[in-house]
């Protein structure tokens, strides 16, 4: 992909850094010519989110897909108690979105936050919709990445299921060797489906 062009200049390593994480997420999935991957790549925005700040809010028609460049968002369904259910969290080169809102075309269930100083690459369903028309390459990638996800709800569904606390803590280090570092035990334990007493507890007697 070295003659893309760039919108501002190509030496720029930021514009280098979102080519690279866009091309790192497809190319398991599709191979777009140059031409075919600038067009993809020109339809994406460039979204930044402080730590707290929302991407998507329960209630809001989710309209976009977002490829995270840098940061980490956590997605999240609010009770009405005021207690939070952690439901996913989202890494550099994870797709972000939430796909019953967006497929639908209906408000949002869940919350989508940035729980660090984040970097999205966010393309509209609009566009998207229009593309899949344009390059049935588009489409497959939509579609395999909305199978991913999919997939991911039913394995998290079954593990919450048939998995202890200590096997699904140890799945999760395994999926996010990083996320000790950079997420807040409150929101591990309340994904894991446990008290942060009880995950301080599993931690210690995996690590001590």
């Given at each position: ?34 031409e ?9 925005e ?67 936050k ?95």
């Amino acid at each position: 992909m070295s003659k893309l062009r760039a919108k501002t200049n190509p030496a720029n390593n930021s514009f280098m850094d979102k080519i690279s994480t866009l091309l790192r997420s497809i190319e398991p999935i599709i191979s777009l010519t140059e031409e075919e991957f600038q067009v993809f790549f020109d339809l994406f925005e460039v979204k930044t989110l402080g730590k707290n700040e929302f991407l998507l809010e329960e209630g809001q028609i989710c309209n976009f897909i977002g490829l995270v460049n840098h940061g980490v968002l956590i997605y999240y369904k609010s009770l009405y108690n005021g207690n939070e259910i952690t439901i996913d969290f989202a890494f550099e080169g994870d797709w972000v979105t939430s796909n019953e809102s967006r497929l639908s075309n209906s408000p949002s269930l869940i919350n989508i936050k940035a729980i660090e100083n984040s970097e999205l690459l966010v393309i509209k369903q609009q566009t998207l919709s229009d593309l899949y028309i344009k390059n049935p390459k588009i489409e497959r990638l939509g579609r395999v990445l909305t199978e991913q996800a999919f997939l991911k709800i039913i394995r998290q569904s079954v593990d919450l299921q048939v998995l202890t606390a200590t096997e699904r803590y140890e799945n999760l280090l395994r999926q996010f060797p990083e996320i000790l570092q950079r997420v807040q035990l409150y929101h591990i334990a309340n994904f894991l489906g446990i008290a942060p007493q009880s995950l301080s507890r599993i931690r210690k007697e995996l690590f001590d």
